[in-house]
């Protein structure tokens, strides 16, 4: 590892000027390139202190052993050369979109005397007109039969065109119809030209001119009385009118545009590209890249700008680029893909009606895109095994961690305080085996004491059961005070199981909870499912130093010693193991660091979720939630009764008991359940300032089931204060 001060530049060697900048290794490779309007300011950024940069800067800039620099004299020729050296050199820390598959093209090879109609891949070649991409070859093949009878290009391959030519007789399409067989002379290489560049045309969008000619014909031919002819130019017109309907009309103006959008998460992102012609979707792409290097969603558009358009020229270049954050700056991209086009290109975030709903569309298909990345890297066998690997070397375990599980804590400003634990097996999500806990073993907001109440209730439960088995012997393990009973200091629940009320001594029951997997082995006594019957390898906290202290002490407090502990703290992906001042820092291309923070977020989406459910479930609260016994059913008949619960509250018992299914001991208890509770402020129209009473059927709340706090602030708000 190098220190960048071995080979920094002295003091007033780099140019105040706009240029281009690579970094060398100790091989001489280049392994990281960028731009800037001012070298000497970027670069003098690089050069600080190692603890104020990003991770993925501090590890490029310490692998490097030398940086040179180019002058350029525009911020345009300066974005032009980092392509021409991206491309050239391949860096491993630059950003490099991958096609997610080798997308179909629509080609017309126009540079030969008889233009071939066909199906290309891979670099475009000049003088061939592309049209496309395609999700599928049998998409393109499909629009080339149905305009073949009106367009009737060669689509022949070389050896089949010089053969038909030898021998005088053409091929089957030239027999019936969809091809002009410029083998046998049926027609002038000139024709045949002018035939290709009509499809061509076609093909762009310019459809009216053709679908209104041949109407005009139709019907001469039906004037005539030529009702065959007529016929043949109907089916034509329907033909082309089938093949337009492959792709619907999305922007009603006509626009030629490409719109482009991003899915991102800290190690990875996805683009997707839609390839509007004529106000129709004509082609659509997608590429991902792994983030190897810092960088905002607007440097991302700008890769892909580079990416798509390196290459291009001309209309291929389309008048309006739509895009989900603008490059910074903004100018030199746009002046380069103006040269580019030779004419004027818009670059904008579009702000509001079908362009907008259009980019809408195309983010959603760049987050199925990223889902279906990360699935299908998950589920690789060879890729989920290195996986487990990295993660047993750089923890320096003796094995893979088969079985890792993750806990994290989720609250709304200390409300609510719940936590999740979540179980992967051979890399895999086992979620049967999820579980999730209630913390009540004390108020207010504190991660860390949350997270030791939950490692040592999931603990001790895994002890007990293994004490129950058999597997200790008397006398051995925990002790009579230490041993857990159901929901002992927190309440936990299955994955989907419902919660219950309250046990009379040890707090809230366990719900009932799926089984983890078949068999007698894994039932208690009453043949319930043993929900923590299996250690760990590997315990993963959602956090750094501070959670994974609380963990390995909750271990050390019930004895526990051969299970590891690590965190994974999230603003900088570092993983802190207990005891350690320094983090271990994963390669960000690492599929052990990928693991990792799967089941971190897989943890954090499950906590969440169920505090989400926690916190909506008491804002509808009401007084009659704590009437012991009370079902729903009766419940709505008592308010169906009164109407409302202020006219139930001010019922007597006797007025109570006339209620279908209401004795007198369970009036008895609702009043008096109903006179403990605290009536709510009434109700204020903020529009008139009118109070709301009850009889109007406005919803009574409580002081014990408020409805949503006034302090809670916006939705955005609320989720910003969740944890």
């Known amino acids: 590892m190098a220190d960048p001060s071995s080979y920094r530049p002295r003091p007033g060697e780099i140019p105040d000027s706009p240029g281009v900048y690579r970094f060398r290794d100790e091989h001489r490779r280049v392994i990281y390139v960028g731009k800037a309007k001012s070298l000497r300011q970027r670069l003098a950024n690089y050069f600080q202190d190692l603890a104020n940069l990003h991770p993925r800067t501090r590890t490029m800039v310490t692998t490097a052993a030398s940086v040179e620099w180019t002058v350029v004299s525009t911020e345009v020729e300066a974005l032009q050369l980092e392509y021409s050296w991206i491309k050239e050199y391949d860096p491993r820390f630059n950003v490099k979109y991958r096609d997610d598959k080798s997308y179909p093209y629509l080609a017309v090879t126009m540079n030969e005397e008889f233009p071939r109609v066909q199906v290309m891949r891979g670099q475009k070649k000049k003088g061939v007109r592309y049209f496309g991409p395609y999700g599928h070859a049998w998409a393109i093949r499909d629009t080339v039969d149905l305009l073949l009878r009106v367009f009737p290009v060669r689509t022949c391959s070389a050896g089949v065109f010089k053969n038909a030519a030898r021998t005088g007789r053409p091929c089957l399409l030239g027999y019936i119809g969809k091809c002009s067989a410029p083998c046998v002379g049926r027609i002038t290489p000139d024709d045949h030209w002018d035939l290709a560049d009509e499809f061509c045309d076609f093909m762009a969008g310019r459809t009216g001119t053709y679908l209104r000619r041949l109407e005009r014909q139709m019907a001469e031919a039906a004037e005539e009385m030529e009702y065959e002819r007529a016929a043949r130019l109907r089916d034509d017109i329907g033909a082309l009118k089938k093949a337009m309907e492959k792709s619907a009309v999305v922007l009603a103006d006509a626009t030629d545009a490409d719109l482009i959008a991003v899915a991102e998460d800290e190690l990875e992102a996805a683009v997707q590209i839609f390839h509007v012609r004529g106000g129709r979707v004509r082609g659509q792409r997608g590429w991902v890249t792994d983030k190897v290097e810092e960088i905002t969603t607007g440097a991302l558009v700008e890769h892909a700008l580079q990416q798509l358009y390196g290459e291009e020229s001309g209309d291929a270049v389309p008048k309006e680029v739509l895009v989900p954050a ?82 994290d804590i989720s609250h709304l400003q200390g409300d609510d305080v719940v936590a999740s634990m979540v179980v992967f097996e051979d890399g895999l999500a086992r979620k049967s085996e999820y579980r999730r806990f209630q913390i009540k073993g004390f108020e207010g907001q504190d991660d860390v004491r949350s997270m030791h109440e939950v490692i040592t209730r999931r603990f001790r439960r895994y002890l007990a059961e293994k004490e129950k088995t058999g597997e200790w012997a008397d006398g051995e393990g925990l002790t009579a005070g230490d041993r857990p009973t159901n929901g002992a200091g927190a309440a936990e629940t299955g994955a989907g199981a419902p919660e219950t009320g309250a046990a009379p001594t040890q707090g809230p029951a366990v719900a009932d909870e799926p089984a983890l997997t078949d068999g007698p082995a894994l039932k208690d006594d009453d043949g319930r499912p043993k929900r923590f019957a299996y250690p760990p390898q590997l315990v993963v906290v959602d956090g750094g130093q501070p959670q994974v202290a609380a963990a390995q002490r909750a271990l050390d407090d019930l004895g526990i010693d051969d299970i590891a502990v690590c965190g994974l703290a999230k603003r900088l992906e570092e993983v802190w193991l207990p005891g350690e001042d320094d983090p271990v820092v994963l390669p960000r291309t690492s599929e052990g660091l990928y693991l990792l923070q799967r089941v971190r977020d897989e943890a954090h989406r499950f906590a969440i979720t169920y505090q989400r459910a926690k916190r909506a479930k008491r804002f509808r609260a009401g007084p009659l939630d704590e009437v012991p016994g009370l079902g729903e059913t009766r419940k709505q008949a008592l308010i169906k009764h009164f109407g409302s619960v202020k006219r139930l509250r001010s019922a007597t018992i006797d007025q109570i008991c006339e209620v279908p299914g209401i004795g007198r001991k369970t009036a008895e208890t609702v009043a008096a359940a109903l006179a403990r509770a605290t009536p709510a402020a009434p109700a204020v129209n903020t529009a008139t300032g009118e109070i709301m009473d009850d009889e109007d059927g406005a919803p009574e709340t409580t002081a014990d089931a408020p409805g949503e706090p006034v302090s809670a602030g916006t939705p955005d708000e609320r989720r910003g204060q969740e944890r």
């Open 326 to 407: 603008l490059p910074d700056p903004v100018e030199p991209v746009q002046q380069w893909l103006t040269g580019r086009r030779g004419s004027g290109v818009s670059l904008r975030i579009p702000q509001r009606g079908d362009k907008k709903a259009l980019m809408e569309t195309v983010q959603r298909n760049a987050q199925q895109a990223l889902v279906l990345h990360k699935t299908k890297r998950a589920s690789d066998l060879t890729t989920r095994s290195r996986a487990l690997e990295e993660i047993a070397e750089a923890l320096d375990l003796d094995s893979a961690p088969l079985r890792i599980e993750c806990y």
